[in-house]
């Protein structure tokens, strides 16, 4: 079967040199030069450093892209994720044709529309309208095809009032809607969305993902979008590739894609201690002195089977004598979603107590069969509710896995082990009620 390819990026590298633009830079274009005039390759192409803004380099050179290679096909939703600096905005920079690559070449059939960051392409001094022709202009639209879409692009953007009004004047969420809205109804063939999304409230966001599943699913154009959300490249696409350091490290399905991003981010932190007041987490009210996750038997764990009860503890100095401190933990799973939340305040045994000063250890029970298996992290503060304040927050400042190792109890017996769907998997009381069918 003919696959119906509308981009190709083949062999895709990007070499940036650090330091102050233009120190040195004579003498290495002049070297440049002499070896091309000599047919011979570029000597700066066999240096350079690996894109990893965690570590020093040895080389003024990095490669903020290597050696990347995919191929998208009409109609497909691709999604493009990794961490700050891995190399994603560069890559769509190239894809748009902001910026050219060191080596490689991009192959497309059709139209790209690119919206990168907010007001890419937009003149601040020109209104919202004329911002929607110059676009449009730009595209290689004519001013009828232009004039046949602006009623639905003003419409979309929610901008209507102040489509005349110059774009300078617009906040950052008016400026994204209306360039969204424009690169979306203007009819590119192949449309490439940064993490710019992000800056539009829930509502257009919401609206925005609704019209990129329509023009994939209804109108057979392509998308790329590179967002750190999670939740929206599960719920847009179908396939991902995930780049780390500039170089693509996975290239399939959506889910598999999210599961390697997370687990390269995801750290096993059982235990977080402070020794003194003087260097813990924490204002006058209230420090944290320690936390960790334990098992039924007081130690440490990390790795819990679906059928073990296990504990998050928080030891801290309440120093706040006026109103009440309570331990917060939220718990996120891996598309950091918060699955619940919970304070010692609201538990049964919380007392009068904790208007005195003192060293408070607060233990919350995570009961078994209850959570489903992944991996977790916990979101761990210390506030008071009246008034609300919050003294220390600590996001992710532990986590821990749950996995079922069919190990016993009802797994077992009933053999319900294995993936389920949902954030959560309980095991709830059912009753069963059979009558004997009559012959």
């Known amino acids: ?38 047919g011979k390759e570029d000597p700066y192409l ?66 790209i529309a690119s919206l990168l960051e907010v007001g890419t392409g937009f003149n601040v001094e020109m209104t919202g309208r004329e911002n929607i022709f110059l676009n449009g202009a730009i595209l290689g639209m ?78 057979g154009r392509t998308v790329l979008f590179v967002s750190h959300n999670m939740e929206a490249i599960q719920k847009l696409t179908t396939r991902c590739i995930v780049l780390e350091n500039g170089s693509v490290v996975f290239s399939g399905d959506s889910n598999q894609a999210i599961k390697k991003h997370i687990l390269s981010n995801f750290k096993e932190i059982i235990i977080q201690e402070w020794e003194t007041p003087e260097v813990a987490p924490g204002n006058e ?21 679906i059928t073990e009860d ?18 917060i933990i939220h718990v996120k799973n891996e598309l950091e979603e918060i699955l619940f939340a919970s304070n010692e305040f609201n538990s049964p045994s919380w007392d009068e107590s904790h208007f005195e000063k003192g ?16 991996k977790y992290t916990i979101l761990v503060a210390i506030g008071n509710y009246n008034p609300n304040m919050i003294h220390v927050k600590i996001d992710e400042a532990l986590t ?17 082990s294995g993936s389920w769907p949902g954030l959560m998997r309980p095991m709830l009381e059912w009753s069963i009620v059979k009558d004997n069918l009559s012959k």
Not at 75 to 89: F, M, P, R, T, Y
Not at 181 to 210: R, S
Request: with cysteine; charged share 30%.
């Open 46 to 111: 066999k240096i350079g450093d690996t894109n990893d803004r965690s570590t020093k380099g040895q080389s003024d050179y990095v490669w903020a892209l290597q050696d990347v290679n995919f191929e998208v096909e009409r109609g497909e939703v691709l999604g493009i994720i990794g961490k700050n600096g891995a190399g994603k905005s560069t890559l769509l920079k190239i894809l748009s044709k902001v910026t050219a690559p060191t080596t490689g070449s991009i192959k497309s059939r059709g139209r």
């Open 310 to 327: 296990f504990f998050i503890e928080i030891e801290y100095w309440d120093y706040n004598e006026r109103y009440q401190n309570t331990a």
């Open 359 to 374: 060293i408070i250890k607060a233990k919350c029970k995570i009961p078994k069969n209850f959570l489903a298996e992944g």
């Open 142 to 219: 004519t001013k009828k095809e232009i004039y046949s879409k602006l009623d639905e692009i003003i419409d979309f953007s929610g901008c209507e009032r102040y489509i005349d009004t110059p774009v300078k004047r617009y906040s950052s969420g008016m400026t994204v809607r209306l360039a969204f809205a424009v690169a979306a109804f203007l009819d590119p063939e192949i449309l490439v969305i940064d993490e710019v999304l992000a800056v539009g409230d829930a509502e257009f966001q919401k609206k925005a993902i609704g019209k990129m599943q329509e023009i994939s699913k209804g109108e």
């Open 285 to 305: 009210f209230a420090k944290l002195k320690k936390i960790r996750v334990l098992d039924e038997n007081e130690k440490q764990k990390h790795d819990f089977d």
């Open 400 to 416: 821990f896995s749950i996995r079922d190792n069919n190990t016993g109890g009802q797994t077992v017996k009933r053999n319900t």
């Open 1 to 38: 079967m003919n696959k119906d390819i509308i981009l190709k990026a083949e062999n895709i590298s990007k070499q940036y040199r650090l330091g102050q633009v233009g120190m040195g830079t004579l003498s290495h274009d002049l070297n440049r030069w002499w070896y091309q005039v000599r």
